[in-house]
């Protein structure tokens, strides 16, 4: 009890102490526009990459339509927010966003994950797919030509709060009963039925749940950027969550951080070699894949227990 | 002594294979049982059957439990599960990636409830409920010797350790039965002897009922009050150890093979 409480604190203390670092580096002009709009662009792809993780990673579901739930979350902020221009209106926006993921996920999820294998792979392709059209011919979402002037309201110190917020409720759920049910579903599935779990159910609620950050990612980037179209949300924004992911590595919550560092800086300065640029990506993720497949940082997970040298030995997947 | 598991007139084929043919069984409380037989014979699918990880193609499975007798036939095998029938995997079935006693702490998971809202706040609840099973989980590795292994991987065990830990996660599940798949398999003698004693120990202190499938015909012969003998899908002769030994039908069919 009491060293968890010191181990709360550390984490208190660092992301205190990051939210001053960024915003006096922002004073003293370190961190001009251009900086700050990749820091915020990787603070969303954080939230996508660790909830796209709990699924892939954690609970072993191979999803292809994160991008999908994004945009539920983008649209309904663009369109509520349009409408109520102020701050209840953009929070109201968020947890709309967040109770219609959660019905997608559930509508897609509950036949598909009753099956073992590879279903849901294209079946999540299939549903993000169809958010995209519908949302590309209904008329409250200015169909394909998107949605502009969307008011901003995530700023980046909000995206710092829910980059945070994100993070905790997900790695607290994998170091809960319900997480290591759903690990316990990506390591055997029947054994895990065997003990007793409905393995179905907790891989909805990490479907579901990594659903339902994606539509807070959604949300964030509307309200960031001003300007959104449904081809920014088709299945190569979903592969580009899912290379962040696989980049860090599968089960490692502290890699989705890193390799959404890694790729946005990368991104940032690759970003006067035009077509280049895509190749160069593609060569470091092909080296990557080629010499440490399992992702830049496997499964290891950054831990203050551990740090502390709290007579933790081998093994040990506490963060 | 109660019969706790009845199996009647089971059936399974797979396509023109009988696997499983007419086979009738009873399970009594607090009994160690063996079931053995030639390779192929059609063990390891009847603890398929009786744990609902194949449907059977006729033939009854029923379960007397405190809450009366429920017919298991058709059912899932996470609600046979907690009816109280836990099982070992002839093939080992850890969580590999996953420490010892998060494989221990999996296996209680019906056994405790940590809502969804206090476990990603962490509200003090949490933080109790963790503590209290995990104190559960660390007694029950203690009593098999595993304290020490807590944080280790399960893939990073020795082999017996591996099938050891496989024991306390079905016992973690409390169960009323358990069934035990080739517990022996790939051990050396050393191991087997102290599985005997692990197995006897189960017996005296968890008085639950054991299913035990097995090739060492020592460790059978020393643990097993009876034994089901199986060949070809079907039940060859069912007796105590020594009656067994004497059958002229399973020396020819099973034993004899050896010799
Ligand atoms: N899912 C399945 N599909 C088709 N055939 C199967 C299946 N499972 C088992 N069989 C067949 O059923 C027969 C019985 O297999 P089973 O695994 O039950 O034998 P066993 O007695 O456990 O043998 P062993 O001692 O080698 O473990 C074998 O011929 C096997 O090939
Ligand atoms: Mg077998």
């Given at each position: ?5 010191k181990?709360?604190i550390?984490?208190?203390?660092v ?7 960024i ?12 900086i ?22 954690f ?19 663009a369109?509520?927010?349009?409408d ?6 953009f929070w ?11 019905v ?20 999540t ?11 590309n011919n209904?008329?409250i ?8 002037n969307?008011p901003q309201?995530?700023?980046w ?12 409720l997900?790695v ?17 599935e ?11 159910k ?15 990612a959604?949300s964030?980037?509307a309200?960031?950027?001003q300007t959104?179209?449904p081809?920014?949300y ?5 592969i ?14 502290t ?6 560092f890694?790729?946005?800086?990368l991104d ?7 077509t280049l ?7 470091v ?11 830049l940082?496997?499964?290891?997970e950054f ?7 709290h ?9 | ?6 199996v009647?007139?089971l ?7 009988a696997a ?6 009873a ?5 160690l ?13 009847v ?7 194949i ?12 809450n ?17 029938l836990?099982r070992?995997f002839?093939n080992?079935?850890?969580f ?7 494989n ?11 809502g969804?809202i206090?476990?990603v706040f962490?509200l ?16 029950l ?14 893939k ?7 099938r ?5 996660r ?5 169960p009323k ?6 517990p ?12 005997t ?16 499938i ?14 089901y ?16 030994q ?7 069919a099973y034993?004899g093979?050896?010799?």
């Amino acid at each position: 009890m009491k060293a968890n409480f010191k181990y709360n604190i550390c984490w208190l203390i660092v992301m205190i102490a990051g939210f001053y670092a960024i915003n006096t580096l922002i004073l003293v002009g370190v961190i001009n526009a251009f900086i700050e709009n990749m820091l915020v662009t990787i603070g969303i792809n954080i939230i996508l990459a660790v909830g796209l993780n709990l699924v892939i990673g954690f609970a072993g579901q191979f999803s292809l339509g994160h991008a999908g739930f994004m945009a539920v979350g983008a649209y309904a902020t663009a369109i509520i927010t349009s409408d109520h221009a102020n701050a209840a209106g953009f929070w109201t926006s968020i947890v709309v966003g967040i109770i219609i993921a959660i019905v997608a996920a559930l509508i897609v999820g509950i036949p598909t994950l009753r099956l073992r294998g590879d279903y849901l792979a294209i079946a999540t392709m299939g549903a993000a797919e169809i958010i995209r059209i519908i949302i590309n011919n209904l008329k409250i979402t200015n169909g394909a030509a998107g949605m502009f002037n969307i008011p901003q309201f995530a700023t980046w110190p909000v995206v710092y709060i829910m980059v945070c917020v994100t993070s905790i409720l997900i790695v607290n759920f994998i170091h809960s009963r319900g997480g290591r049910a759903a690990m316990a579903v990506r390591e055997d599935e029947i054994a895990t039925e065997s003990m007793g779990i409905n393995t179905t159910k907790w891989k909805l609620a990490a479907f579901v749940f990594g659903a339902a950050t994606a539509a807070i990612a959604g949300s964030l980037q509307a309200s960031y950027v001003q300007t959104i179209a449904p081809t920014n949300y088709n299945i190569m924004e979903s592969i580009a969550i899912l290379i962040i992911v696989v980049l860090g590595g599968t089960g490692s919550i502290t890699g989705s951080f890193v390799a959404a560092f890694v790729l946005g800086i990368l991104d940032t300065v690759l970003q006067d070699f035009g077509t280049l640029r895509m190749v160069i990506y593609a060569v470091v993720l092909v080296v990557m894949m080629v010499f440490k497949p399992s992702g830049l940082l496997g499964t290891w997970e950054f831990s203050f227990k551990r740090l502390f040298g709290h007579r933790k030995p081998k093994g040990e997947t506490q963060a | 002594m109660s019969t706790i598991l009845k199996v009647d007139d089971l059936v399974k084929n797979f396509g023109g294979l009988a696997a499983v043919s007419n086979v009738s069984m009873a399970l009594n409380d607090d009994e160690l049982v063996a079931l053995i037989g030639p390779n192929g014979a059609g063990k390891t699918t009847v603890f398929n059957l009786l744990t609902g990880v194949i449907v059977p193609s006729s033939g009854a499975i029923t379960f007397n439990g405190p809450n009366g007798t429920v017919p298991i036939n058709g059912m899932k095998p996470y609600k046979v599960a907690n009816l109280g029938l836990a099982r070992t995997f002839q093939n080992i079935r850890l969580f590999k990636n996953l420490s010892v006693i998060d494989n221990v702490l999996i296996a209680m998971t019906s056994h405790y409830k940590e809502g969804f809202i206090q476990s990603v706040f962490r509200l003090p609840k949490y933080y109790k409920t963790e503590a209290r099973i995990r104190e559960e989980a660390i007694d029950l590795l203690k009593i098999f010797d595993l304290q020490d292994d807590i944080n280790v991987l399960a893939k990073n065990l020795s082999y017996g350790i591996q099938r050891r830990l496989e024991i306390v996660r079905g016992l973690a599940m409390k169960p009323k039965i358990l069934f035990l798949d080739e517990p022996a398999a790939g051990m050396n003698p050393e191991e087997t002897a102290d599985l005997t004693r692990l197995i006897r120990k189960i017996q005296r202190e968890f008085h639950i009922t054991v299913l035990l499938i097995e090739h060492d015909m020592s460790l059978v012969m020393n643990l097993a009050e009876r034994i089901y003998v199986l060949d070809h899908g079907s039940l060859l002769a069912e007796g105590t150890p020594d009656e067994i030994q004497q059958n002229d039908a399973v020396i020819k069919a099973y034993l004899g093979e050896e010799a």
